[in-house]
């Protein structure tokens, strides 16, 4: 679960990386983009069944 305070975090991190090794930045922003696709999707799944 990605809370906010985690995601406004991130830009600093990403701040940080980004002067040392760019290919971090990009990886970990991709990990982050791929789990919150995958739990949104699930999140979005699982009411729309159970409302009807």
Do not use: D, F, H, K
């Amino acid at each position: 679960m990605i809370t906010p305070a985690m995601v406004a975090c991130t830009p600093e991190r990403n701040m940080a990386y980004q002067s040392t090794e760019p290919s971090r930045m990009y990886s970990g922003m991709y990990q982050i983009l791929s789990r919150v696709s995958t739990t949104t999707a699930t999140v979005v799944a699982q009411p729309g069944p159970a409302s009807r």
